[in-house]
């Protein structure tokens, strides 16, 4: 009776260990998220700067 109890509870450890690490899966995923999406604004907010650097840089040259 020991051996099936025994497998039983290791068993249930074993979930708790995998449901411990799912979690932190998540919570990382959702980290990475967000640094995916702000690394994407920084992104878009340095195109755009150029995009306006590259129409002053050419008004400028039409202006010569």
Not at 25 to 34: D, K, M, P, T, Y
Not at 37 to 54: F, G, K, P, V
């Amino acid at each position: 009776m020991f051996w099936p109890m025994f497998a039983v509870a290791v068993g249930f450890v074993g979930l708790a260990v995998l449901a411990v690490f799912a979690v932190r899966v998540f919570v990382e995923a959702q980290r990475l998220g967000r640094q995916v999406t702000d690394s994407a604004r920084r992104i878009n907010r340095a195109a755009e700067d150029l995009e306006r650097a590259a129409a002053s840089a050419a008004r400028a040259a039409d202006a010569l």
